[in-house]
């Protein structure tokens, strides 16, 4: 079972109520578990529990800092490919000044397209996901178009570096592809790691099952020693390893956080400005 397509097909807030009810229910069940256990027991022997809550808890605080890692990780990992996609784009807009007139002034007018349609794409499925949420559908479909649209334009960038190439072979035209093969190049990185580089199934599972075991034995504890459940104090560990649970499955899924767009649209302008200047 692919536990992380299992997961997109549901919202967060539909997460979160299950994580929360989860919770509260492995602390309750645990609970009861030790209170039998305690009634069970001969008078005055007591269940030392307090080492194995400690070793649970901490395991879970282990794995939930091994896997926000590995999602924090992955989201410095796109802002930075952006930007060197991003310097990449601005490199190939410079060189193209070295071909001639013709084809150097369409190349920049296809670059300055396919920033345009970056950020448009970007923008277009973020204002989805602020006025009613994003749905996985519509998520993949809006994806889909950019990077197809965007895959058309490189293709023709191509075409028009293979017949410069083909006509004038100079180390000077050779550096214009080096650039556009640059460009190329991260574009399918950025689409690898935002789209298929997801948290294999065995740690949601690991980690999940982790945290109800844990919660499980510090009900268990509370149970066993005799001590009185507060309502408070329950709702506030649910809470919390719920919000990091929900923070790691939403830096984990794509398009639920978005890398901003700043230096994007700032090359945008600087394109504009360019043009203008022609």
């Known amino acids: 079972m692919n536990v992380t397509a299992f997961l997109d097909e549901f919202s967060l807030w539909s997460i979160f109520i299950v994580?929360?009810?989860?919770?509260?229910?492995?602390?309750?069940?645990?609970f009861r578990l030790g209170k039998r256990q305690r009634i069970g027991a001969p008078d005055g022997a007591k269940v030392e529990t307090g080492a194995v809550v400690a070793a649970s808890l901490g395991l879970l605080a282990f794995m939930l800092a091994f896997t926000f890692g590995a999602v924090t990780s992955n989201y410095s990992d796109r802002k930075q490919l952006l930007l060197e996609e991003v310097n990449a784009v601005g490199t190939l807009f410079l060189r193209?000044?070295?071909?001639?007139?013709?084809?150097?002034?369409?190349?920049?007018?296809?670059?300055?397209?396919?920033?345009?349609?970056?950020?448009?794409?970007?923008?277009?499925?973020?204002?989805?996901?602020?006025?009613?949420?994003?749905?996985?559908?519509?998520?993949?479909?809006?994806?889909?178009?950019?990077?197809?649209?965007?895959?058309?334009?490189?293709?023709?960038?191509?075409?028009?570096?293979?017949?410069?190439?083909?006509q004038n072979p100079t180390p000077i035209n050779a550096l214009f592809v080096q650039a556009l093969n640059e460009v190329i190049d991260l574009h399918e990185k950025r689409i690898t790691l935002a789209i298929f580089h997801r948290m294999p199934s065995i740690f949601?599972?690991?980690?999940?099952?982790?945290?109800?075991?844990?919660?499980?034995?510090?009900?268990?504890?509370?149970?066993?020693?005799?001590?009185?459940?507060?309502?408070?104090?329950?709702?506030?560990?649910?809470l919390a390893f719920t919000a990091v649970l929900l923070l790691i499955i939403a830096l984990e899924r794509p398009g639920q956080v978005f890398v901003s767009q700043d230096v994007l649209i700032k090359l945008q302008q600087t394109f504009n400005k360019a043009m203008q200047s022609q």
């Open 204 to 238: 949601w599972i690991t980690l999940f099952g982790l945290t109800i075991l844990a919660m499980m034995v510090s009900g268990y504890n509370s149970g066993v020693s005799g001590g009185r459940r507060s309502f408070t104090t329950t709702l506030g560990i649910t």
């Open 19 to 30: 994580l929360v009810f989860s919770i509260i229910i492995s602390i309750e069940f645990g």
């Open 96 to 166: 193209a000044d070295l071909l001639p007139a013709s084809e150097g002034d369409r190349v920049q007018g296809m670059l300055s397209n396919y920033v345009n349609l970056r950020i448009e794409g970007i923008q277009r499925v973020q204002g989805i996901q602020r006025d009613r949420g994003l749905q996985k559908s519509e998520f993949e479909q809006g994806v889909k178009q950019i990077i197809t649209r965007s895959e058309e334009i490189q293709a023709q960038l191509w075409s028009i570096a293979v017949d410069v190439a083909d």
